[in-house]
């Protein structure tokens, strides 16, 4: 069986494909050209250069694809919005509007629980939830995915295409530096961060997420999905940092965090004097909120369970960093 990955060059790309080649698939990506690019080639893959923005590349691509897994993404660095949207937003229409013209069977788009936004007391947010409405107050990297993401919803409910959206945390693992919170930072050994204990912290470690991702990629029928994939919906920012000192050997102070929301509004004030404020006050109220998530639908319905337990994840990750 032949299948499509974008954003094979990236760190959950990477790993998707490394998964799928070992089951013997034929394994076909479409990458700039790049030296990554050169080696998933020399491993057999068929790289299809061009970007997401190149009609003709993406067609040939997703070609004969019985599922595209659709994972490129601008998430961080410097850009502008213009860049943010044409990856984010465009590239997505682009490679769901060439498989819906191609037929492919299934598209499997990576979202984010970014698409959510502040949440109302005693909220619980699912799958039903709606993303944020207010995306213009948001960071650009957000709004580009709400964007993104309301338009797959929009293919799906028009049946032009079984698209299956996954929305998972933050995600860590081998290459890709390990998350202290929503604010934080490190100073040597001392980990600062701003928020409650008792505040939920959204992981998801990216072995459980490739789990997630060739899961639902076995779907072959039916309307459109969305999940929500988090390895542990209790895990709060008190429990992520006792087992971060168990592995790691750091220290964790745990800071109030309404400094942080006086300078952002004191920075989205300077919107008055022409400066871009880069949604800092939606983004900070957003990060200090005890924000519940309910991942029970992909458990239920794919039997999908992380494998890989914290302390694991947290040490793979720090193993493959050095």
Known sequence: MRVCVTGATG???????RRLQAQG????????????ADQLEARGVEVIRGDLKDRDAVERAIEGARVVYHLAAKVRGAGSRKDFIETNVLGTQNVLQACAA??????????????YGPAKPGMVITEATECDSRSSERNKYAQSKIEADNFAVGMGRKAQLMVTILRPGIVCGPGEPLRLALLGFRVGRLNIIFGKREQ????????????AIELVGRRTGGAWKSYIVLDDDELTLG??????TQVAKTL?????????LLAALGVDALRWVGWDAGGWPREVRRALQN????SRRIRLEAGWAPKISLEAAIEQTLQGSE
């Open 11 to 17: 760190f959950i790309g990477g790993a998707l494909v």
């Open 252 to 260: 964790t102070v745990f800071l109030p965090g309404w400094p942080v």
């Open 239 to 244: 429990a992520y940092h006792k087992a971060l």
């Open 200 to 211: 939920s912290f959204p992981f998801t470690y990216v072995e459980n997420l490739v789990d």
């Open 291 to 294: 924000r519940h998530y309910d």
């Open 25 to 36: 698939l034929l394994v076909r990506v479409l990458a700039r050209p790049s030296a990554r």
């Open 102 to 115: 191609k037929g492919v069977p299934h598209v499997v788009y990576l979202s984010s629980v970014a698409v």
